[in-house]
Structure formats: structure tokens, C-alpha cells
């Protein structure tokens, strides 16, 4: 509140503000689980569209296509799956947050092969003691 403004009126100019920055920005219409792609797709009042790899988030890794399709929109600033109990900000997936700063640092550093089929390719190499991918 500024120095000598009422409550009331920190109130009004906080709303008048949080007005002027929805009109000009785009709200999420609509969020659907793109089972072709893999991934969640956000799509905005403008026309444009949000698209995220699902199991790249923290609490999806393993869910199913079923459970990944039950997404919804909370609000006009999140993403919930009920069933999974997971929630996301829209503005963070679009700065690239999809977990804590663990998890995150964790995905930095295990990269794609802590993926399902990464996993699965890169385990009998790492059982021998090679990095994945690599020749005897």
C-alpha cells in the first residue's frame, strides 16, 4: 500500500491493475492430454498453444494416458489431474519449471535416459560399467 493511501483504495488500484494485465493477456480456453504427441496441450483465447512433454513433469513421469487425459484447467492459471494430485502453474510450465528445484536439477542431470525407454536401453550398459550408448 503507498504511503497515505487507504485500504480501500490500495484495493481498488490493485484490482483496476490485475484487470488491465488479463485484457491484455492471453487466458487459457481449454487443456487436453495429446495421447499422438505425449504431451499436454494449453490452448489460449488468441489462438495460440501451449504444448509440454507429459512425463517430463514431476508427479506424471509414470502416469497413465488415462490419467494424463484427465486434465483440467484450474482457474485461468493452473493445471490439475484430480486422480494424480498434481497441480501446475500455466507460467511456470511456459518458464520451464515442471518440478522443484530438485527435481529439476535431477532431470538437468539424469537427462532423457530416466526416461521409460531410456532407462530401459541404458541399464545393461550401466550394469557393465559403460555410459549408454557407448561400444565395449
Same mark, same amino acid.
Given at each position: 500500500m503507498?504511503?497515505?493511501?487507504?485500504?480501500?483504495?490500495?484495493?481498488?488500484?490493485a484490482?483496476?491493475?490485475?484487470i =488491465?494485465?488479463r485484457?491484455?493477456s492471453?487466458?487459457?480456453?481449454?487443456?487436453r492430454?495429446?495421447?499422438?504427441?505425449?504431451?499436454?496441450?494449453?490452448?489460449?483465447?488468441n489462438?495460440s498453444a501451449?504444448?509440454?512433454p507429459?512425463?517430463a513433469?514431476?508427479?506424471?513421469?509414470?502416469?497413465?494416458?488415462?490419467?494424463?487425459?484427465?486434465?483440467?484447467?484450474?482457474?485461468e492459471?493452473?493445471?490439475h489431474?484430480?486422480?494424480l494430485?498434481?497441480d501446475?502453474?500455466?507460467?511456470?510450465l511456459?518458464?520451464?519449471i515442471?518440478?522443484?528445484?530438485?527435481?529439476?536439477e535431477?532431470? =538437468?542431470?539424469?537427462?532423457?535416459?530416466?526416461?521409460?525407454?531410456?532407462?530401459a536401453?541404458s541399464?545393461?550398459?550401466?550394469?557393465?560399467?559403460?555410459?549408454?550408448?557407448?561400444?565395449?
Open positions: 503507498a504511503e497515505g493511501q487507504t485500504a480501500t483504495a490500495a484495493y481498488l488500484d484490482t483496476r491493475r490485475g =488491465r494485465e485484457s491484455a492471453p487466458i487459457p480456453v481449454s487443456v492430454y495429446d495421447l499422438s504427441s505425449r504431451r499436454v496441450v494449453v490452448e489460449f483465447s489462438g501451449f504444448w509440454v507429459a512425463h513433469l514431476q508427479g506424471l513421469e509414470s502416469a497413465s494416458d488415462e490419467d494424463l487425459s484427465e486434465v483440467e484447467l484450474l482457474g492459471t493452473g493445471l489431474w484430480e486422480r494430485d498434481v501446475f502453474r500455466i507460467s511456470g511456459m518458464a520451464g515442471f518440478g522443484t528445484a530438485a527435481f529439476m535431477a532431470s =538437468r542431470r539424469d537427462g532423457p535416459s530416466q526416461a521409460p525407454a531410456g532407462s536401453v541399464r545393461p550398459d550401466g550394469a557393465k560399467g559403460r555410459r549408454p550408448g557407448t561400444s565395449v
